[in-house]
């Protein structure tokens, strides 16, 4: 399998393929890269999957998307990554072997994919996990190291730090905003002791801190020095990982391979849900991808309406689904991409207005008109509208979501109708309720259960140096420990 850039110019080599780009971020025309044409899924390799357990139905989608690793590498790696003991957290009985088995509202009608049971408590885990086992891997081949730099306010880094720790090869760089995460959210992060994770918390802001990782990116000298990679959300291995677990889903929904099924997802960065518009396109029976914004809603503008309007900072709300408080979806490019029938000059044409702070509108356009075929419909939600869902919830069903999975069961009320009478509708859970406990609390008077393993982790000692926002101070800690 051969990769592309949407917007053209792929780079060197010339045809990449996936372990070429696994390590990198954009592609060097600024365009994200994705498969030169999607790969078609049969009836007979749908027949055959429906029974399969996690991992090996993992190694049979990606080794569709990878076909530059040995098929015996590929299933050894699916095999470590998705077990059990990793996703240890599904909360009753032993469906940990599902890895994300299927919580049931309405039995056959309204059900949540539970995403959450890794070690971090949010869906991230789902593809980080793989990247981890795939970076060492890879690192090990080549005989090369990287060292990881990014920002967090809580779920990417900790997702990213779970993933690498103890990983040959690999250093991760975390910088968060000193003071600005929740009691918990420092206690999974900070209280790793492994030598290959290296926790900054920043006197400042989160955009502090991304600024700072933006400045030693941009110092193409001491990056290529100091073999400083990201795991950003465009990251074509996350998104390829996010497939499988839409086929997984379909095949917990249904009985047999002529029914449908339809998908709501809480969306930010559009990376989740992206993986559900290419488990369409590879031809899983999927009638309807719903797509569920909170108040930064401009992806829910865009399906709406089909005008683009990135936000500025000042007009991005702070909400209490904060993994879902984006002004730009940096995943949506590969969706317009397909739109625009996988031009490349239209997509830089459009990239070039947002690039340049301004909106995009193909409200008029032949392409948005045919917007149908492609499955999605949106809708958007408030705090109040999290409170009022987590609360109904609880009531009706006895089961507590967290704020970003509200988000996601509101809209599917909303748009319910328009989803085939018959067909399934799942709910993509994307973390716990025990990581946004504050809004748990506000909406039902009660703290969140916490899973077993990690009761009192925040009394743990924790490993962390505090610094000032200083770009300067921060490349010679990098300097430092890379040294060793
Ligand atoms: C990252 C995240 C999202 C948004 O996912 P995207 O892939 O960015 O659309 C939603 N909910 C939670 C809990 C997250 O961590």
Do not use: N, S, V
């Given at each position: 399998m051969k990769y592309i850039s949407t917007r053209g110019h792929a780079g060197q080599p010339t045809n990449p393929e996936f372990c070429d780009i696994l390590l990198g971020g954009l592609a060097p025309d600024g365009g994200l890269y994705l498969p030169e044409s999607y790969p078609c899924v049969t009836r007979a390799e749908l027949d055959a999957w429906r029974t399969l357990p996690y991992a090996e139905l993992a190694f049979e989608i990606l080794s569709k998307f990878i076909t530059d690793i040995p098929a015996a590498d590929l299933r050894a790696i699916c095999a470590k990554t998705y077990t059990a003991e990793v996703y240890c957290h599904a909360r009753a009985g032993d469906r940990a072997a599902d890895i994300t088995p299927v919580h049931w509202l309405e039995p056959g009608r309204l059900g949540l994919l539970e995403l959450s049971n890794g070690p971090t408590l949010a869906f991230k885990d789902m593809a980080m996990q793989l990247l981890g086992n795939l970076f060492e891997y890879v690192l090990a081949k080549r005989g090369e190291s990287i060292n990881i730099l990014g920002a967090t306010s809580g779920d990417t880094g900790s997702a990213a730090e779970y993933a690498m720790?103890?990983?040959?090869?690999v250093r991760v760089f975390m910088l968060s905003p000193h003071g600005k995460m929740s009691a918990f959210q420092r206690a999974q992060m900070y209280s790793l002791q492994d030598e290959n994770i290296f926790n900054i918390a920043v006197t400042g802001m989160f955009d502090d801190a991304q600024d700072i990782v933006k400045a030693v990116s941009n110092d193409h000298a001491f990056k290529a020095g100091h073999k400083i990679g990201a795991v950003n959300s465009i990251n074509w291995a996350r998104v390829a990982a996010q497939v499988v677990y839409y086929f997984k889903g379909y095949f917990a929904a249904t009985s047999s391979n002529d029914q449908e099924v339809a998908f709501c997802v809480p969306s930010g960065n559009f990376g989740n849900i992206c993986a559900g518009h290419i488990a369409r396109q590879m031809g899983l029976p999927v009638a309807k991808l719903l797509l569920a914004t909170n108040e930064n809603d401009v992806l829910d503008e865009f399906f709406r309406t089909g005008v683009y309007r990135p936000r500025k900072a000042a007009e991005t709300h702070v909400t209490s689904s904060p993994s879902m408080d984006i002004s730009k979806a940096s995943n949506f490019e590969r969706f317009v991409f397909d739109l625009v029938g996988r031009d490349p000059q239209k997509v830089a044409a459009l990239w070039a207005e947002v690039d340049a702070g301004r909106a995009f509108d193909l409200s008029a356009s032949a392409e948005f008109a045919r917007i149908a075929e492609f499955g999605f419909l949106s809708g958007a939600s408030s705090h109040a509208d999290r409170l009022a869902t987590i609360r109904k919830v609880f009531e009706q069903y006895g089961v507590m979501i967290d704020t970003h999975t509200a988000d996601g069961v509101k809209v599917a009320w909303e748009l319910a109708g328009a989803v085939p009478a018959g067909v399934p509708l799942l709910v993509l859970e994307?973390?716990?309720p025990v990581k946004f406990s504050e809004t748990i609390v506000e909406a039902l008077g009660r703290e969140p259960e916490r899973p077993a393993d990690l009761a009192g982790i925040e009394a743990l000692p924790q490993r962390v140096e505090v610094m000032a926002p200083d770009v300067d101070a921060i490349k010679r800690v990098i300097t430092e420990r890379v040294r060793g």
């Open positions: 720790r103890g990983k040959q090869g994307t973390a716990l």
